[in-house]
């Protein structure tokens, strides 16, 4: 999981993207040692954004379920799929869709 801040110091007149928070979190649970499924949460909060000139405090939020799988190839390789989907908003764009990775690990 990650707690990522992003901080804007950007101004315009009429439009800004204000501060953003991110808070992920990835619990999961192994089936044995290749395969682990999970229920990954995001939720993001922007504060502070501006929108044709008005204050929009604390404008919008977006919570997002991401179940998925990890699974283990070997000790160099794994792969992971989820799909996510966001459950609820306000004032901030939803979506869905399908997320494959691939990792590898190189060791010297």
Do not use: C, H
Not at 1 to 27: A, H, Q, R, S
Not at 43 to 50: W, Y
Not at 75 to 92: H, M, Q
């Amino acid at each position: 999981g990650w707690l990522i801040y992003t901080l804007n110091l950007e101004d315009k007149d009429k439009y800004k993207v204000g501060d953003v928070l991110d808070l992920y979190v990835k619990p999961q649970f192994n089936l044995n040692d290749q395969v682990g499924p999970y229920l990954g949460i995001d939720f993001t909060k922007s504060f502070d954004s501006k929108f044709d000139g008005t204050s929009l405090d604390n404008a919008g939020y977006l919570l997002t379920l991401r179940p998925g799988m990890n699974f283990t190839i070997n000790d160099k390789f794994s792969l992971e799929a989820n799909v996510p989907f966001t459950v609820a908003g306000k004032n901030a764009a939803a979506s869905w869709g399908v997320y494959l990775g691939f990792y590898s690990v190189f060791g010297f």
